[in-house]
């Protein structure tokens, strides 16, 4: 399987988990395996948000394309993601985001309380 990734700024979040020519999205499943090598199937035909162009299959391999959404803080390899090949069974792993930092003017912002004597 091969799944493209199309960046998006928002703020939901994506799982996704693979078994055989089935994907399960944020719990939804989707059953791909009645397409035969050469079918394509549209987008519009999958009633789900997270698809976006064509779902093909190609050389017995399925090849979609997903939105992958990107929280404030996301990464450069979350903004231009590789395709993920060979997608093996399981929980897809997607790019993260880059860890969220408090900076020093959120601390100067909100001081520390002072202890009630």
Do not use: H
Request: charged residues 20%; hydrophobic residues 40%; proline residues 11%.
């Amino acid at each position: 399987m091969k799944i493209n990734l199309s960046p998006q700024r928002r703020d939901d979040t994506l799982q996704v988990s693979r078994v055989g020519a089935t994907l399960i999205v944020n719990g939804e499943a989707f059953d791909f395996s009645r397409m035969n090598d050469g079918d394509t199937l549209p987008a519009s035909a999958i009633k789900c948000e997270w698809f976006v162009n064509q779902l093909d299959k190609v050389g017995g391999e399925l090849e979609l394309t997903l939105l992958l959404p990107l929280p404030q803080n996301y990464s450069p390899a979350q903004a231009f993601p590789v395709p993920l090949l060979d997608v093996p069974d399981g929980e897809v792993l997607f790019p993260q985001p880059l860890p969220e930092v408090t900076s020093a003017l959120e601390a100067v912002a909100s001081p520390a309380q002072e202890p009630e004597a």
